[in-house]
């Protein structure tokens, strides 16, 4: 498979504000989540860790009770079960992309692009 760009990949839309694509395997999903300044808030956890990292726009992420300022380059670590969400800062949407090893089973479907393009 060549190299693409996110621009390539087709966005999901998850709710008004929010769209997400995927990239991966069953072993590896990388997911560019798009975060739109104003988009309903939704904290959420679930059973496994998940590494996030911002590559443009500002947010406030809060893991627990811990509310984190980030923007690009910013990297943090959400364990497994614990209450977390976005909040973006500003006018700029935020990207945010996350990595789950394995891949959730929920998200699989983000990757049949994949399968077109091997095609």
């Known amino acids: 498979m060549k190299a693409v760009r996110w621009d390539q990949v087709p966005s999901e839309p998850v709710r008004p504000g929010v769209g997400r694509r995927g990239f991966g395997t069953q072993d590896v999903l990388l997911v560019l989540n798009e975060c739109e300044p104003g988009m309903e808030l939704r904290p959420h956890s679930h059973d496994f860790d998940q590494i996030a990292l911002i590559t443009a726009g500002r947010a406030i992420y809060h893991v627990g009770d811990e509310p984190n300022e980030v923007g690009p380059g910013s990297i943090l670590l959400v364990p497994a079960g614990v209450e977390h969400y976005i909040e973006p800062l500003g006018e700029e949407v935020v990207q945010n992309i996350d990595v789950f090893a394995p891949a959730r089973e929920?998200?699989?479907?983000?990757?049949?692009?994949?399968?077109?393009?091997?095609?």
């Open 106 to 119: 929920d998200y699989l479907h983000l990757l049949e692009w994949m399968d077109d393009a091997r095609r």
